[in-house]
């Protein structure tokens, strides 16, 4: 368990506390991006593996709110646990055409955490309500779980594998069906989840339509590629 903070420290007080590790933040999200975008295996072919790259730090504002989220669900945070409780404070994210293309991240990844260049501070996870899609990603050993809101992506949550600094990034990987749904998502949820029963539903009707359309591009893909070879 997290230390457990003496006195509480104000939501200012924590915000200061997070700007003094950001510029180290910077420099590890740079390089974890960096490392997907150099890695040839990934950005070669037609079409490449990753598709594209978003990469971000979480700013002031948003760590505010998300402070008092938690502490209003009973969270204690203080500067002794905060970097703790709140892991994504900086958030990558590789975008791919179809499911297919996933394999050859996850052993990327793989590969750079048997190297000793990065850690992984939990079991990576793929959030999907697809029975599909839970068979195809505990093949990789992924742990899996569902999102009331029918979210759909793969977490790692990385570290330097010497880290002094007590710094990770979380690296969301999903395809761009996903991603689609998921800008969607986040303009009516975040950062306050809505509580129209509409868009609740509509979201999940989404949701399956983008299962849909990433099993036909991966068909699509695998009829072209058998074709040409």
């Known amino acids: 368990m997290p230390p457990q903070p003496e006195t509480p420290d104000t939501v200012e ?11 180290i933040y910077e420099l590890f999200l740079k390089s974890v991006e960096a490392a997907f975008t150099s890695e040839h ?6 079409p490449a593996v990753i598709h594209s790259t978003k990469s971000r730090l979480k700013d002031d504002e948003h760590l505010a709110e998300k402070i008092n989220r938690k502490r209003q669900d009973g969270r204690v945070i203080g500067a002794s646990n905060l970097f703790q ?14 499911q297919s293309q996933f ?36 093949q990789f050993k992924l742990r899996t779980d ?5 979210y759909t992506s793969v977490h790692y949550l990385i570290s330097p594998a010497n880290d002094e600094n007590h ?26 989840p ?14 399956r339509l983008v299962s849909t359309g990433s099993r036909l591009a991966d068909s699509i ?9």
């Open 13 to 23: 007080d924590l915000v200061g506390h997070y700007r003094k590790k950001k510029r």
């Open 41 to 46: 295996a990934l950005n070669s072919g037609t």
């Open 85 to 98: 409780e709140i892991t994504d404070f900086a958030g990558l994210r590789v975008l791919h055409l179809h």
């Open 103 to 138: 394999e050859a991240i996850h052993k990327f990844v793989e590969k750079k955490i048997k190297n000793k260049t990065w850690a992984l501070l939990e079991k990576p996870v793929a959030y999907t309500w697809d029975p599909d899609s839970v068979t195809y990603f505990k």
């Open 146 to 150: 569902l999102k009331p809101s029918y």
């Open 167 to 192: 710094v990770c990034c979380e690296v969301q990987v999903r395809t761009l069906f996903e991603e689609a749904w998921g800008e969607i998502d986040h303009s009516i949820n975040y950062p306050n």
């Open 194 to 207: 809505t509580d129209k029963i509409a868009n609740i539903e509509q979201l999940r009707v989404l949701s």
């Open 221 to 229: 893909f695998k009829i072209h590629n058998s074709q040409s070879s």
